[in-house]
C-alpha cells in the first residue's frame, strides 16, 4: 500500500513541476536569479531530475542513469519544451521502478549509503518525496516572486 502511496505522490508532483513549468511568462523567466536567490527555477528543475533519475530510476530501477550533479545548477538556458520532456520521462522512469516495487521491500536497506548511515528504502522514498515538494515549493515561489515587467526582457544570448 505505501509504495502505492509514494507511486501516486510522485506522479502528481511531477505533472505539477511540468504545470510549474509551463506557468512561466517565457524562458527567460524561467533562468533568472535575483539577488538573495542562488537557483533558478530551471536549475531546480534540473536538479530534481537528476536526484530523481539517480535515487529511484538507477538505484531502484536499474535504468543506468549516469548524473551530471554539477550541471543541474550550471546549465543556463536549457529550452522549456527539452525540461518538459524530461519531467515526462522522469514520470515514466519513477513509475516503471516504483511499480516493481512490493511493499516487503520498502524495509530492505536502500542500495547505497546516502546519508551518513544505511537507510531502508522506504526511508528513502520518503526523503526523495519530501525533497521534491521542498524544491517544488521554491520553483513556485520564485515564478510568482517574479515582477511580469522584468521577465519580458529577451534571454541574453551565450557565446
Not at 535575483?34 to 531530475?49: A, K, T
Not at 536502500?110 to 551518513?116: G, I, K, R
Request: hydrophobic fraction near 40%.
Amino acid at each position: 500500500m505505501l509504495a502505492a502511496i509514494l507511486k501516486n505522490l510522485f506522479d502528481r508532483d511531477l505533472n505539477k513541476l511540468s504545470q510549474e513549468i509551463e506557468a512561466y511568462p517565457n524562458e527567460n523567466a524561467l533562468w533568472r536569479i535575483e539577488p538573495g536567490i542562488s537557483n533558478s527555477g530551471g536549475n531546480l528543475c534540473l536538479h530534481l531530475l537528476g536526484n530523481l533519475n539517480t535515487y529511484i530510476g538507477a538505484e531502484l530501477g536499474n535504468s543506468g542513469y549516469i548524473r551530471h550533479r554539477d550541471r543541474e545548477f550550471s546549465d543556463r538556458y536549457v529550452p522549456r519544451p527539452e525540461l518538459l520532456a524530461g519531467i515526462a520521462t522522469t514520470r515514466r522512469v519513477v513509475e516503471a521502478a516504483l511499480a516493481q516495487l512490493a511493499d516487503e521491500q520498502l524495509a530492505a536497506e536502500y542500495p547505497v549509503v546516502v546519508f551518513e548511515s544505511p537507510t531502508s528504502v522506504a526511508y528513502m522514498l520518503m526523503h526523495l518525496a519530501t525533497h521534491l515538494t521542498y524544491h517544488l515549493g521554491q520553483i513556485n515561489y520564485h515564478r510568482r516572486l517574479l515582477d511580469a515587467t522584468q521577465t519580458q526582457a529577451p534571454m541574453p544570448q551565450e557565446a
